[in-house]
Structures are given as structure tokens and as C-alpha cells.
């Protein structure tokens, strides 16, 4: 039978690649996209697929349980895959309401609903599966000076941020689901994403953009803290593999070994638009150290081993050759980057950047 995949936040970074992946990497499969089109979902990224018949949207909030039921009764999905999220640290920093009420009430709402659905009357759920898109950051923060240290699937929770303590929330909740009602839960811990239409409040997409328009690139604090980068497009393979091969009620953390610190990543930009636009003004003097993020985490370093060990999944994108395509999608879609920064987005920017003084100050 072909699979249904209902797909939450299918319109931001990660869930619209998770889509074109999904429909690039099976022909005999039915794709549901159910966001709610925050500042953050953007369904000008799947126009290459709306004529799909395979592809379906339809606007909802996760927090909504009607809508919820209404979906899973109108398309039956075998799989759900929650994307869907308030997903930026900072925004958490300035406002954390929203984070609990999306993060942790919207998943669950939809545990509910796929456990109302999918229990059968002796209390088993068939070949379905839940699949909850965790973060690394729910295990907190890595010293910079020991860098043979992992984040494990065994870790320790122990998040910081608004952000990551409802994502950590969230991801107890799913694991709970799964212990007390045997609803078949998945989790994927995934360290940090680069990519094509990732909305630049983010590092990578608003380093891009600034430098473009030779504005101040603000490097948090003193630049140090280390991130561990993986493309987006290795991160959808892995979701889906966990998703049809994982072991149910597993954890399987999600990285590539790829550990950065934020000014390497600064200066890697600088160095590469400046040389794909041919523009010598785009140099480090951009580079402007600012006051550092509150409860700033140190490091993220995550240990992919057992979905190496269990799926065979490896990362297939260098980070060489992931930075050049994301900037070379940057460049071939201004118009993209204009209307996703025009309006609500100045007045962020304003907000966050407006008054941030200058690192150590
Ligand atoms: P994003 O902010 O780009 O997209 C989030 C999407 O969710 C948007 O389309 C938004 O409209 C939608 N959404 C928000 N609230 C909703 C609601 N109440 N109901 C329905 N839809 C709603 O985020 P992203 O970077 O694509 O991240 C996707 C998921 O992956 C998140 O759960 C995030 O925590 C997780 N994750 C992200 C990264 C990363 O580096 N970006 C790394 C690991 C895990
Ligand atoms: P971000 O892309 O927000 O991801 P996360 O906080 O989820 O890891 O930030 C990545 C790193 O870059 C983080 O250490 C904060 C830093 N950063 C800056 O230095 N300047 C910026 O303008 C932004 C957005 C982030």
C-alpha cells in the first residue's frame, strides 16, 4: 500500500526539504504538508511539487485537535513526521511563551490525536509510526576544551534556552507516549542544519545576506562557540531511514562530525561570496563582535554512531561542497531571500541587532 506521510511544518527549512527529498527518493508515496505558515513557513519553497498528485497542503495549527483529527481522518497517514515548531534560539531568548505553547502543546495535541486514531481496540497500532524531530541541543552545552567529548544518545538532557528546554520537553513527552500507551514513537537529535531556504535569522542564511549587502555581520560574543554542521539534505535521508528501519521507541542522534566555530564559518562566508560575486569590499572588516546571546551554549559535538552502526547511515555532502551549493542558492535566488526579509522581518532585525552593543561592553 502506498505510505502517507503527513509532514508538519512542511514549509520551513527543514520540512520543505524533507518533502522534496521524500518525493524526489520515492515514486509510490502520498505527501500531506500541514503547517500554519508562520513568519517561518514558506510555500513559495514547493512550488516545484504543487502540481504533484502525489502532494497535498493544507494549512493548520498543530495545536488545533479538531483540525488535527480531521486531517488524519481525511488521509489516513501511516507515518507523521513533526517538524512543525518555533525553531529560533533568540526568539526564544525575547519570547519564550510561544516556544511552550507550539514546541511542547502542539506535540501533545498530536500524540493525542495519532493515539485517538491509530489504537486498535487490544491496544496495538499496526505498522504505524510518529516520528518527533528532536534537536542535539536538548543535551546543553560541550566544553571547548575537551573536544573528544560527544553528545550521545545517552547524554543527559540538560538544555539551556527557552528554545531547547521545550524541545526537550517535547521529546520526553514523545518517549513517554511511546512507554505508557505503546504508541510506536521515533526520535532523530540532529545538530545544526545549513542549506537551501533556511530563513535568515539563522547564522549561515543572514551571514550571506548582510555580506551581500556589505552590512555588519554580528558574531556573537568572542566568535568561539562551536557548532556542528550538517546539510540539510543528509538530515531528510536520515529522518526518512530512522522513519522505515529505525527500531521503535529509539533515539537516534543525527551529525557529521563537522564541528565549527561561529567566526570559521564567518570568514568562510566572507572569503566565498566575496569571490563568487567578484566583490573585494565583502571582507572581514564586516565582521563586528557583539554582546554574546544570554545562556549562550558553548559547544554542540554529536556522536553519530549508532545510526551509523544500526541504518548504515552516513553524512554524503563535504562541508565544502554543502557551504559553495548554499551560497550558490542564496545568489540564484534573490527574490526569494527579498520577500521572506521584507516587512515583520525589519522590525525583528531592529529588535534583535538594533541596540546590541559591541562584545564585552
Ligand atoms: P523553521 O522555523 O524553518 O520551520 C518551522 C515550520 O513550522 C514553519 O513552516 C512554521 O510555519 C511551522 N509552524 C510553526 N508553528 C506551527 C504550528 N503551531 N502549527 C503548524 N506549523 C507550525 O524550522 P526548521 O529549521 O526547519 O526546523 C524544523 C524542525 O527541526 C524543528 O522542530 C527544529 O526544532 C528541528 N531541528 C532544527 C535544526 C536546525 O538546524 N534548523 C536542527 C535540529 C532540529
Ligand atoms: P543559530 O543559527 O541561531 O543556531 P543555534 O543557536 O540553534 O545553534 O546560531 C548558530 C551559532 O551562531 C550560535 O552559536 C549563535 C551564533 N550567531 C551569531 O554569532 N550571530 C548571529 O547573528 C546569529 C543568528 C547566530
Not at 533568540?90 to 490525536?113: K, Q
Amino acid at each position: 500500500m502506498t505510505p502517507t506521510y503527513l509532514v508538519t511544518g512542511g514549509a520551513g527549512f527543514i520540512g520543505s526539504n524533507f518533502i522534496l527529498h521524500l518525493l524526489r527518493a520515492h515514486d509510490d508515496v502520498r505527501v500531506v504538508n500541514v503547517d500554519a505558515l508562520t513568519y517561518a513557513g514558506n510555500l513559495e519553497n514547493l512550488t516545484s511539487v504543487e502540481g504533484d498528485a502525489r502532494y497535498a497542503f493544507r494549512q493548520a495549527d498543530i495545536r488545533d485537535a479538531e483540525a488535527m483529527t480531521a486531517l488524519f481522518a481525511e488521509f489516513d497517514p501511516a507515518y507523521v513526521v513533526n517538524f512543525a515548531a518555533e525553531s529560533h534560539v533568540d526568539r526564544s531568548i525575547a519570547d519564550p511563551g510561544v516556544f511552550e505553547s507550539t514546541n511542547v502543546g502542539g506535540t501533545v495535541n498530536l500524540l493525542n490525536v495519532a493515539r485517538a486514531v491509530w489504537e486498535r481496540s487490544d491496544g496495538t497500532f499496526g505498522d504505524h509510526r510518529y516520528l518527533q524531530v528532536s534537536t542535539d541541543e536538548v543535551y546543553g552545552s560541550l566544553p571547548l576544551d575537551e573536544p573528544d567529548a560527544l553528545f550521545t544518545e545517552g547524554t543527559p538532557l540538560s538544555p539551556h534556552s527557552p528554545y531547547s528546554a521545550s524541545k526537550a520537553s517535547a521529546d520526553l513527552f514523545v518517549r513517554a507516549y511511546g512507554d505508557t500507551y505503546g504508541l510506536p514513537v521515533l526520535v532523530t537529535r540532529c545538530s545544526n542544519n545549513y542549506g537551501p531556504y533556511q530563513f535568515p535569522e539563522k547564522l549561515i542564511p543572514l551571514m550571506i545576506r548582510n555580506a551581500l549587502r556589505h552590512e555588519a555581520l554580528p558574531v556573537y560574543g568572542d566568535g568561539l562557540n562551536v557548532r556542528d554542521w550538517l546539510y540539510v539534505e543528509d538530515h531528510c535521508r536520515a529522518i526518512d531511514l530512522v522513519l522505515r528501519e529505525g527500531r521503535v521507541g529509539e533515539v537516534y542522534n543525527v551529525g557529521g562530525h563537522n564541528e565549527r566555530s561561529n567566526i570559521q564559518i564567518v570568514r568562510t562566508i566572507v572569503e566565498r561570496v566575496s569571490e563568487a560575486v567578484d566583490d573585494p569590499a565583502i571582507d572581514d572588516s564586516l565582521i563586528a563582535f557583539v554582546t554574546d546571546r544570554k545562556g549562550h551554549d558553548r559547544r554542540y559535538g554529536i556522536s553519530p554512531e549508532k545510526i551509523r552502526a544500526e541504518l548504515g547511515w552516513a553524512p554524503e555532502t563535504p562541508f565544502d561542497e554543502g557551504i559553495a551549493r548554499t551560497i550558490d542558492w542564496y545568489l540564484a535566488n534573490p527574490e526569494w531571500v527579498e520577500r521572506v526579509t521584507s516587512g515583520a522581518y525589519q522590525d525583528y532585525y531592529e529588535r534583535m541587532y538594533g541596540d546590541r552593543g559591541t562584545a564585552g561592553n
